[in-house]
C-alpha cells in the first residue's frame, strides 16, 4: 500500500501527464482538483497548516508552488472569460486559506481572485480584497498595478474609470519602497494619455527618466514610430511564453 507522500506524488506526475498528452481540459480540471482535495486531507492529517509546511516537511518531486501555478494555468485554458473566473475564486480562495502569508505566490494567488471578482462583476468585492491586499503589504507594487487595471486600460466596459485607476496609482506612489515603482510609473504615464491629461502625464515621464537615467532609452519615441496595438490581458503574451498576457509579463 502507498504512503501518503508516494500517492500524492503519483497523483502529481498523473496531472502533469495528463496536461501533457493532450487529454480533455475537463478531465485534466478534475484530475488536478482530486489532487488537490487530497492534498488538503493530507495536511489536515498531519496537522500542518499550509502548502508550505507540507512542502517543507517533504520532498515531493515537484516543488507545490510550481504545482499551483500550473493549475492556475489550466484554469486560463477555460474558454469562457466568466467561466474561468468562477473557478479560479472557487479554488484559489480555498488554495489561499492554506497559504502561509510569507509564502512567495500568497500575493499573486490573492490577486488573481480579486481580479475574478471584477470579471463576474463583483466590483464592490474585488475593490474590498485589493484593498485588503495593499493593506497588508502596501508595497507590493504590482498589488496597485492590478487593482488599477480593473479601472484602466484592461477593465471591463461598466468598469472603466480612469480617474479612478489613475487614483489608485497615485496612493501607490505615496508609499515609500514601494516595489517595481516604475511599472506603476509607467501605467500611469499610459493611463494619464488616454484621459487626455497631458501634461501630468509628460511630468511623470519625467519622473520616470530621473528614477532610472540609464535606462532613458526605453523612454525615447521615435518620429516614424508606429503604434502597436493595445494587447489585451487575455491575449498571449508577445515574450513567446505560450501564456496569456496578464499572467507572464503584464
Known sequence: MLTWKAELDQMIR?????????????AVLRSWETTWEFMKGVMDKQGYHSIEQLQRRFSLSVFLGNWLIDFEGLMDRIPSDEEAARYRIKYFQDIVDHMSENDSNVMGFKRSVAEAHFTIGEKDKGDALFSEIVQKKPTYGYGWIGWSDMY???ATKSNRNLDRAIEILHQALEVKGISDREDVLLRLEELLKDAGRTDEAKEVKRELKKDAPGRSVMFMEPKN??????????????????????KCCL
Do not use: W
Request: hydrophobic share 15%; aromatic share 6%; proline share 5%.
Open 14 to 26: 498523473e496531472n502533469y501527464e495528463q496536461m501533457s498528452n493532450g487529454t480533455d481540459l475537463e
Open 225 to 246: 514610430q508606429v503604434k502597436a496595438d493595445k494587447i489585451g490581458r487575455n491575449d498571449p503574451c508577445p515574450c513567446g511564453s505560450g501564456k496569456k498576457h496578464k
Open 152 to 154: 484602466g486600460g484592461f
